[in-house]
């Protein structure tokens, strides 16, 4: 005989940690650590204790989590390689050298910025510095001994590394050409400004669920990756009110990735700090916390949908109706603003490129040199690891193009220079599983070689893990660094391959697709048969993107 099963009991609906749901108890260490002291605090702590006593003297609460609040995170230690690293626990890979990030936020760096940032790599960070996707300066080697000197030298010239990583508003993307493109819909600096103004080291937005990516922009070509932040604003005109923002949210990458969804609304810009708020506060009260893989905003918008976001948004936190906004707000064009260009005054920008991001001290030194020769107003960060000089006299546009050249930045760049991105990989993160930035720079070069002449533009995207720093799934070509088996049936470095994803006019993920894994070795001649097959079988101007969705 068999026993009659007892009827289940209706269980009780869990909580994801929603504070405005009463879900208030912490859920996990992340949560935890943010309760029993607000990272912010970690700042006096640097400066009256850790770099007076040393490394050692460091709580381990504060080195692995709330020192990103200050962004700094620990380096990796040298001599692991991908296949070891699977094995360690996160504190067996800590250096005891630090990354640090320096946020920028769309800001332009004159010539004393520019220098100062040069000097601080020369002199603590053994000459490094990279340029990354999120408009900062990222060191590597950084001493913590040497901190509190760096944060002098930046204040001085107006930047900071406040609220650069952690769960708090990460650095800002904002237009290179904000103020000075002629073709710009509405400048939003003074709405960037004004963010900033009110969030930096505010502790009411310094506790949120995870990460918080901003966008602003009010040039035409999206040149501030709108679609994929957790807060975007896109510049447009509202056929009655005219120029101002559209508002998008939930975009994120990693290993869930969504792009943003457009709310619908125009935000004028005196408005915008104010949506801005709105929108975070919303995260910070109604995101998930329970688990670190769902505590992004992109899952609560995919949840609720953008009716109830709007809804809740104007209801509890902005107390007023926001405008419908019918423009489509299609992007015109690609815009990285590599190249010369003229701007709104008769003067002229220069986008220039490094390779994959990377610069050095002694080329941030040179470049404020040059900024100050020309009486150039500075420089602006991009959010494809490139740089934009600022208000160049037209009659020097030719010798200071030639002059970038000399400190190894291209302002006519090859199409492998100026599209191909990478990650920091494992030379110095912890998370990564193989090597990223040499390995696209020796790529490029291939490539250089290969299709010198290519006519029409394919990007790349090298990323050393899953987490998708440099944008895996919406590159031409992206590559998402992992373990793969090579002929002799060994594991060594290699990338899942994505392909045919992009930004702007056709913002779509590429497919993953699973037969197609290479080792690290064998990548140029990967890249090379698919861009082969590409040109052989396109149709007349028929894109990779497109090529590829077949
Ligand atoms: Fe590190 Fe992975 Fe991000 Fe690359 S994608 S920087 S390896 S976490």
Not at 65 to 89: H, I, N, S, V
Not at 260 to 271: C, F, N, Q, R
Request: glycine content about 10%; hydrophobic content about 40%; proline content about 5%.
């Amino acid at each position: 005989m068999t026993a009659t099963p007892a009827p289940a009991r209706p269980r009780r609906k869990r909580g994801e940690g929603q504070w405005a749901l009463g879900y208030t108890e912490p859920l996990n260490k992340n949560e935890q650590s943010k309760k029993d002291d607000n990272p912010l605090n970690v700042r006096g702590r640097i400066l009256s204790t850790y770099s007076k006593r040393g490394f050692d003297s460091i709580d381990p609460a504060d080195l692995r989590g709330r020192f990103r609040w200050m962004g700094l995170y620990t380096q990796r230690a040298p001599g692991f390689d991908g296949g070891k690293t699977a094995t360690l626990e996160e504190e067996e890979l800590d250096d005891r050298f630090f990354m640090m990030r320096v946020r920028t936020d769309g800001a332009i760096l004159d010539a004393a910025a520019l220098r100062a940032l040069g000097m601080i790599s020369v002199d603590r960070a053994r000459g490094t510095a990279d340029i990354t996707d999120r408009n900062n300066i990222q060191y590597h080697w950084i001493q913590i001994e040497d901190v509190p000197e760096i944060w002098e030298r930046l204040e001085a010239v107006g930047l900071t590394t406040l609220e650069a990583c952690g769960d708090s508003p990460r650095p800002f993307l904002g237009s290179p050409v904000a103020g000075i493109a002629k073709d710009e819909i509405i400048d939003g600096t003074p709405a960037m400004d004004e963010i900033k103004r009110r969030v930096l080291d505010n502790p009411e937005f310094s506790n949120l669920p995870r990460k918080f990516k901003t966008s602003v922009s009010g040039h035409p070509s999206h040149d501030a990756a709108p679609e994929i932040n957790d807060v975007s604003f896109v510049g447009t005109v509202h056929p009655e009110h005219g120029p101002g923002f559209d508002l998008w949210v939930g975009g994120g990458l990693s290993t869930n990735p969504m792009l943003a969804v457009k709310l619908g609304v125009w935000i004028p810009l005196d408005e915008v700090a104010d949506a801005w708020e709105g929108v975070c506060a919303i995260f910070r009260d109604y995101g998930y916390r329970r688990l670190r893989s769902k505590a992004r905003l992109k899952f609560l918008v995919a949840d609720w949908g953008k009716e109830k976001f709007r809804e809740v948004l104007e209801t509890e936190y902005l107390q007023r109706a926001l405008v419908s906004n019918p423009s489509p707000g299609v992007p015109t064009r690609q815009g990285d603003h590599v190249g010369v260009h003229e701007q709104n005054d008769g003067k002229f920008y220069i986008g220039a490129a490094p390779v994959v991001g990377r610069v050095n001290g002694e080329l941030l030194v040179a470049l404020g040199d040059l900024v100050e020769k020309y009486g150039a107003r500075g420089v602006r960060l991009t959010a494809w690891q490139k740089l934009v000089v600022i208000g160049v006299d037209g009659a020097d546009v030719e010798s200071f193009v030639a002059d970038l050249r000399t400190i190894g930045l291209d302002a006519r760049p090859s199409n492998w220079r100026r599209n191909t991105m990478a990650c920091t990989g494992i030379e110095f993160c912890k998370l990564a599983i193989v090597e990223t930035k040499a390995r696209a720079a020796d790529l490029i070069k291939v490539l250089e070689q290969r299709f010198p002449d290519l006519d029409t533009p394919i990007t790349v995207n090298v990323n050393g893990c899953p987490n998708a720093c440099a944008r895996t799934q919406v590159a031409d070509i992206g590559l998402k660094g992992q373990l793969v088996m090579d002929a002799d049936g060994q594991q060594v470095e290699g990338f899942q391959v994505h392909l045919g994803g992009a930004l702007g006019l056709q913002a779509n993920f590429g497919r993953k697709l699973r037969a197609h894994k290479v080792t690290s070795a064998g990548l140029d001649d990967y890249v090379t048969a698919v861009v082969t097959n590409y040109l052989a079988d396109r149709t007349e101007g028929e894109q990779f993107a497109e090529w590829a969705a077949r």
